[in-house]
């Protein structure tokens, strides 16, 4: 063994400790510094080291070179993209997990396996979905919607009489994917699925919504010669608006398609009872994607794919090889996803529902929903700002009431940096930001705090 190795492994406990009272530090010093610290230039690139100095000299260079340049994105005043944290008991399960560093793909060697399937079972539970749907996890709900259309396109293929994953995409047809106001990744799975960018079709949503239009769905599928495929939204990222599930559901005596929900966070609204309304009739959709590393607060990268047709996800995604077990009934995980190598991913999910429960992530789910309406209605009181949506659930989109320019909102995202990270986006061709809030640490006093910060600002924009 390498020297440095052995004396690494002989010390092992005390690097350990070393290291937990780093994350410690970093952890409590989480709401002192700033959100995001000022754009500096990487540090020049070291070299490879011939022979290494050990765990704790690389600990200490990260600490010196690295840290210092990261983010608080853990904290409770990111409010940047659809960002959540890490709970106290999802990161000792993420701890764990790299500890115990399974690969839990199959019955050979079992036990990650089935916890997975204990936590998947928890997880449909708290989204309301009925055991019709199995569920894997993977590592971002990009992947998932991949996961789930590519169920999609097989499925497509049983339809027509033929198969897809054997015979190629070119045994199918054209193929139309129609959605109202589908997340950017719906795009790029098409594009990896070979169904390509072409085929999204978008169909009329709800005046002043992002709400698909049912009755434009309605004939947007009219006009479909042969099977469709629908992506519903369950959350959209700007508005945060919800497809009429039910609805869409409805057309199904009417025309033939394949329904799958993008409830990348949308799914959380089933845990709060004012809110559950907005995703009610999921189950019924063909396949789901929900992420995990959104708003359960578990470290990246997490999130689930369920189905109700795991039968073709098999035959999507089966890796047939002689060391492997027959795909059976009930598939190893290696047979479900693009992975084959499968990390312990779900123990992260296990420990936080493990430890908090329904109750415990209602709450996170509740306060973060009250936090994104202090701030909307903080800021509505403002002149300077205005609100392009009305608060749903737990973003806020807003501009500037004078010359809403990407430049200005820039310069206010950037005055506020050292308080609050937000996102630009566009709504509805107009320039804008986000607050997106889906941190388990984040409490009013940080809304209100966010508020005044960026009331401070708009006020000094020139
Ligand atoms: C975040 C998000 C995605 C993509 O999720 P990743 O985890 O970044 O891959 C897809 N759809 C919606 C609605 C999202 O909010």
Same mark, same amino acid.
């Given at each position: 063994?390498?020297?440095?190795?052995?004396?690494?492994?002989?010390?092992?406990?005390?690097?350990?400790?070393?290291?937990?009272?780093?994350?410690?530090?970093?952890?409590?010093?989480?709401?002192?510094?700033?959100?995001?610290?000022?754009?500096?230039?990487?540090?020049?690139?070291?070299?490879?080291?011939?022979?290494?100095?050990?765990?704790?000299?690389?600990? +200490?260079?990260?600490?010196?070179?690295? &840290?210092?340049?990261?983010?608080?994105?853990?904290?409770?005043? *990111?409010?940047?993209? %659809?960002?959540?944290?890490?709970?106290?008991?999802?990161?000792?399960?993420?701890?764990?997990?790299?500890?115990?560093?399974?690969?839990?793909?199959?019955?050979?060697?079992?036990?990650?396996?089935?916890?997975?399937? &204990?936590?998947?079972?928890?997880?449909?539970?708290?989204?309301?979905?009925?055991?019709?749907?199995?569920?894997?996890?993977?590592?971002?709900?990009?992947?998932?919607?991949?996961?789930?259309?590519?169920?999609?396109?097989?499925?497509?293929?049983?339809?027509?009489?033929?198969?897809?994953?054997?015979?190629?995409?070119?045994?199918?047809?054209?193929?139309?994917?129609?959605?109202?106001?589908?997340?950017?990744?719906?795009?790029?799975?098409?594009?990896?699925?070979?169904?390509?960018?072409?085929?999204?079709?978008?169909?009329?949503?709800?005046?002043?919504?992002?709400?698909?239009?049912?009755?434009?769905?309605?004939?947007?599928?009219?006009?479909?010669?042969?099977?469709?495929?629908?992506?519903?939204?369950?959350?959209?990222?700007?508005?945060?608006?919800?497809?009429?599930?039910?609805?869409?559901?409805?057309?199904?005596?009417?025309?033939?398609?394949?329904?799958?929900?993008?409830?990348?966070?949308?799914?959380?609204?089933?845990?709060?009872?004012?809110?559950?309304?907005?995703?009610?009739?999921?189950?019924?959709?063909?396949?789901?994607? %929900?992420?995990?590393?959104?708003?359960?607060?578990?470290?990246?990268?997490?999130?689930?794919?369920?189905?109700?047709?795991?039968?073709?996800?098999?035959?999507?995604?089966?890796?047939?090889?002689?060391?492997?077990?027959?795909?059976?009934?009930?598939?190893?995980?290696?047979?479900?996803?693009?992975?084959?190598?499968?990390?312990?991913?779900?123990?992260?999910?296990?420990?936080?529902?493990?430890? *908090?429960?329904?109750?415990?992530?209602?709450?996170?789910?509740?306060?973060?929903?009250?936090?994104?309406?202090?701030?909307?209605?903080?800021?509505?009181?403002?002149?300077?700002?205005?609100?392009?949506?009305?608060?749903?659930?737990?973003?806020?989109?807003?501009?500037?009431?004078?010359?809403?320019?990407?430049?200005?909102?820039?310069?206010?995202?950037? +005055?506020?940096?050292?308080? %609050?990270?937000?996102?630009?986006?566009? *709504? +509805?061709?107009?320039?804008?930001?986000?607050?997106?809030?889906?941190?388990?640490?984040?409490?009013?006093?940080?809304?209100?705090?966010?508020? &005044?910060?960026?009331?401070?600002?708009?006020?000094?924009?020139?």
């Amino acid at each position: 063994m390498d020297r440095t190795l052995a004396a690494d492994l002989a010390r092992l406990p005390e690097l350990l400790d070393a290291t937990r009272r780093a994350a410690t530090e970093a952890l409590t010093g989480l709401d002192a510094r700033p959100v995001v610290p000022p754009a500096a230039a990487p540090p020049e690139p070291e070299p490879l080291p011939g022979h290494g100095s050990g765990a704790e000299e690389a600990l +200490a260079a990260f600490r010196s070179r690295w &840290e210092p340049r990261f983010s608080a994105s853990a904290g409770p005043r *990111y409010l940047g993209f %659809v960002t959540g944290g890490a709970t106290p008991a999802a990161l000792a399960g993420d701890w764990l997990t790299a500890t115990h560093d399974q690969n839990s793909n199959s019955a050979l060697d079992g036990a990650g396996q089935h916890l997975e399937r &204990e936590t998947v079972g928890w997880l449909r539970e708290l989204f309301g979905l009925s055991d019709a749907h199995t569920g894997t996890f993977v590592s971002g709900a990009t992947q998932s919607n991949t996961v789930g259309l590519a169920i999609a396109r097989e499925w497509l293929g049983e339809r027509a009489g033929v198969s897809v994953s054997e015979d190629g995409v070119g045994a199918l047809g054209p193929v139309r994917v129609l959605s109202g106001a589908p997340h950017s990744s719906v795009a790029k799975a098409l594009a990896v699925l070979g169904l390509g960018r072409a085929s999204l079709v978008r169909v009329p949503t709800l005046p002043g919504r992002e709400a698909v239009d049912p009755a434009a769905l309605d004939r947007a599928l009219a006009d479909t010669p042969g099977p469709a495929v629908v992506v519903a939204n369950a959350g959209t990222v700007n508005t945060v608006d919800f497809d009429d599930l039910r609805a869409v559901d409805a057309l199904r005596p009417r025309h033939d398609f394949w329904l799958h929900t993008d409830a990348a966070f949308g799914a959380f609204a089933a845990l709060s009872p004012d809110h559950a309304h907005l995703a009610a009739g999921l189950d019924a959709s063909d396949s789901v994607c %929900v992420d995990l590393h959104k708003w359960l607060n578990v470290p990246y990268d997490s999130a689930v794919q369920f189905t109700r047709r795991r039968d073709l996800q098999a035959r999507v995604f089966q890796n047939s090889a002689a060391y492997l077990g027959p795909l059976g009934p009930d598939p190893d995980l290696v047979h479900l996803t693009p992975e084959n190598s499968h990390r312990l991913r779900a123990l992260a999910a296990w420990f936080t529902l493990r430890a *908090y429960g329904r109750e415990g992530h209602r709450e996170i789910v509740e306060r973060d929903i009250d936090c994104a309406r202090a701030l909307g209605a903080a800021l509505e009181q403002d002149p300077a700002l205005r609100l392009l949506a009305p608060v749903r659930l737990n973003v806020v989109c807003f501009t500037l009431a004078e010359a809403p320019t990407p430049e200005r909102l820039a310069a206010l995202r950037e +005055a506020v940096g050292a308080e %609050v990270f937000l996102t630009p986006t566009v *709504y +509805a061709g107009t320039p804008a930001l986000r607050a997106a809030f889906s941190n388990w640490r984040t409490t009013r006093a940080d809304a209100l705090r966010v508020a &005044e910060a960026l009331r401070t600002a708009a006020k000094e924009l020139v």
